[in-house]
């Protein structure tokens, strides 16, 4: 009995195209989508979450492991808590570091960031919005992701305050350019926005340090109205999928539930 009632909340996935083409960059892309287990018993609009690193978030095969998403929504949708729409956006493989990238440096000197988040706001987020029952506003709008996907997130999040209303930041790659502070610095929401930020304690000797710093500038938002941030951490957390996949119903649930 136990497993059938499991069963049932599983969530629907669906792959909205397995070679998606992205204009701006020349490429194609597996785009999957995570719907409530009764999305199509109902006419509800939902929220929406995007996410980078599709690769990483369920798959089984996934070579470094998965965040497990679709294991954490069975139990959020027993809570009654799974009230978004997902949508898992996969990575470049090879490409990936320079599609994430917001800034160019030495090491890494083609930076896409910019070209991938036209493709997301021009091409992807209408189309979604088109096939799904989505609420489109900023405010139901939340963009996510880990590491370089992290940093990308913020990245789009802090460019785009008109469009992202929700981020969830796990490990980002701040180390990658000082510029990121200082967008941090100038950035003004468009309106009641809730930033979930994660760091472990055992990422790298300044990975803590550095996401506290940007705790720091982000708390001095606290003026604007609406706008809230949290910092959770893992003292014994590291830089691994399994600790992001740990954190995602913290910060679902503190995002799109609590916040509702």
């Known amino acids: 009995m136990t497993d059938q009632l499991t069963k049932s909340y599983q969530p629907i996935i669906e792959i909205l195209d397995s070679g998606f083409e992205i204009p701006q960059l020349g490429r194609k892309r597996r785009i999957a989508v995570l719907l409530p287990y009764d999305y199509y018993e109902s006419d509800k609009k939902y929220p929406v979450l995007y996410l980078h690193d599709g690769q990483n978030l369920f798959d089984e095969y996934a070579p470094y492991g998965n965040w497990g998403i679709d294991k954490s929504l069975v139990s959020l949708s027993e809570e009654g808590i799974f009230n978004a729409i997902i949508v898992a956006i996969d990575h470049g493989g090879e490409l990936r570091i320079q599609e994430y990238l917001p800034y160019s440096t030495p090491r890494y000197t083609q930076a896409e960031g910019d070209l991938?988040?036209?493709?997301?706001?021009?091409?992807?987020?209408?189309?979604?919005?088109?096939?799904?029952?989505?609420l489109g506003d900023r405010a139901s709008t939340g963009i996510g992701g880990s590491s370089l996907g992290g940093l990308i997130s913020l990245y789009a999040g802090f460019q785009h305050p008109d469009k992202f209303g929700k981020m969830m930041i796990f490990s980002?790659?701040?180390?990658?350019?000082?510029?990121?502070?200082?967008?941090?610095?100038?950035?003004?929401?468009?309106?009641?926005?809730?930033?979930?930020?994660?760091?472990?304690?055992?990422?790298?000797?300044?990975?803590?340090?550095?996401?506290?710093?940007?705790?720091?500038?982000?708390?001095?938002?606290?003026?604007?109205?609406?706008?809230?941030?949290?910092?959770?951490?893992?003292?014994?957390?590291?830089?691994?999928?399994?600790n992001w996949g740990q954190q995602f119903p913290i910060a679902f649930k503190w995002l799109f539930y609590s916040k509702y």
């Not at 991938?116 to 799904?132: A, Q, S, V």
């Open 116 to 134: 991938y988040i036209r493709f997301m706001l021009e091409d992807l987020k209408p189309m979604i919005e088109e096939k799904y029952r989505v």
């Open 172 to 242: 980002p790659s701040l180390w990658i350019s000082e510029a990121i502070y200082t967008l941090a610095k100038t950035f003004t929401p468009g309106g009641p926005t809730d930033i979930y930020l994660y760091a472990g304690g055992m990422e790298s000797a300044n990975h803590y340090g550095q996401v506290m710093r940007l705790d720091n500038i982000l708390q001095e938002k606290r003026k604007y109205d609406g706008f809230d941030v949290i910092f959770a951490h893992n003292p014994s957390g590291r830089h691994s999928e399994i």
